[in-house]
């Protein structure tokens, strides 16, 4: 795991350490928290003799461009339900995991919010035959340790007080807080515009898991930008001027929103001085290019990772 450590003039006004924890770089075709939520996932569709993993996500999904890449890997057939009705062309994400092997299906919106319930799952399960189901996002209770053991990589390599990560469903944080054993803290940044309800959903994870819940995270949930997949100017320009000064590109969805709040938060004096901060980039970037046709119009500045080849897209 590499840890880089950010030289950012307020972090160093304020006496605060500030570290990347690189997650994007630990898989070269899993990046980021996807592989760690699919770990044990997969090793269980494998003991209860699954060839097939089914999955749930939207047209851009990473979640869906993650399993594709697995399932290849590991030697599932994977199946991914659509939200929405199909477009052609394909969009690079789908087109990355149709290349990967992955077989499509469209599930209309009503259909879609109602795949938890029993009667429909069955009759998904009935049309598509016998699978392993993976929820949308990848969060369960299997994904809760992959998740985990990235604090002990983590604590082998340095100190530190605070891990902080963005959340969309929430499930790596809850890993995280499993793995820090009420020991530190830890900070999530929601990307979901009213994404409070992730509280609840993380202690009721963190429950089902290890039977605990824990008082020593705080959730953020006022830097989403206007919602999953809504960024500003403000956003964009930030992201351009994190990688000139690092090197690093950030992801629009979660890691841009991450550390433009780990700033605004040492700024307003949030950490002691003297603290360590770790932030973890999850990835995400394959989703540029997405973001790129859907938005490129509004954009001056798009990074180079959004105009590449398709190479980017693994």
């Known amino acids: ?36 939520k699919l770990k044990y996932n997969l090793l269980a569709a494998q003991e209860q003799g699954h060839h097939t993993l089914l999955t749930f ?24 339900l659509i939200r929405g009705e199909p477009t052609w062309p394909l969009n690079p994400t789908l087109h990355r995991a149709t290349a990967d092997g992955m077989q499509l299906h469209y599930l209309d919106r009503e ?7 029993p009667e429909v799952m069955a009759t998904l399960l009935a049309e598509t035959g016998p ?24 604590a082998f390599q340095t100190d530190f007080d605070c891990v902080a990560v963005a ?26 515009k009213n994404g409070g309800f992730l509280r609840d959903d993380i202690q009721q994870l963190t429950r089902q898991a290890t039977g605990k819940t824990y008082d020593n995270w705080e959730l953020l949930t006022n830097y989403h930008f206007g919602g999953y997949a809504s960024f500003s100017a403000e956003l964009l320009d930030f992201i351009q001027a994190f990688e000139l000064r690092h090197g690093i590109l950030l992801d629009p969805i979660y890691t841009g ?20 901060v770790v932030a973890v980039h999850t990835g995400g970037l394959q989703g540029w290019q997405g973001f790129r046709q859907r938005f490129g119009h509004r954009s001056a500045w798009w990074p180079t990772y959004a105009t590449a080849g398709s190479q980017t897209l693994t």
């Open 111 to 117: 259909t879609y919010r109602r795949k938890h319930e």
């Open 57 to 80: 996500g939207g047209a851009f999904s990473n979640h869906i461009a993650a399993v594709a890449a697995a399932g290849r890997l590991q030697g599932f057939r994977t199946l991914g």
């Open 167 to 192: 959340c969309g469903t929430g499930g790596t944080l809850a890993g995280l807080l499993t793995g820090l054993g009420g020991q530190r803290t830890a900070l999530g940044v929601a990307a979901l």
């Open 131 to 154: 699978a392993y189901v993976l929820p949308e996002g990848g969060t369960n209770t299997l994904a809760l340790p992959g998740c985990a053991e990235l604090i002990t990589e983590l």
């Open 257 to 276: 929103k991450l550390l433009f709040a780990l700033l605004a938060l040492i700024e307003q004096g949030r950490f002691a001085v003297g603290s360590t």
């Open 1 to 36: 795991m590499l840890i880089q450590e950010l030289q950012e003039p307020i972090a160093t006004q304020r006496g605060v350490r500030l570290l990347l924890c690189r997650d994007d770089l630990t898989h070269p075709d899993l990046p980021g928290n996807k592989w760690r």
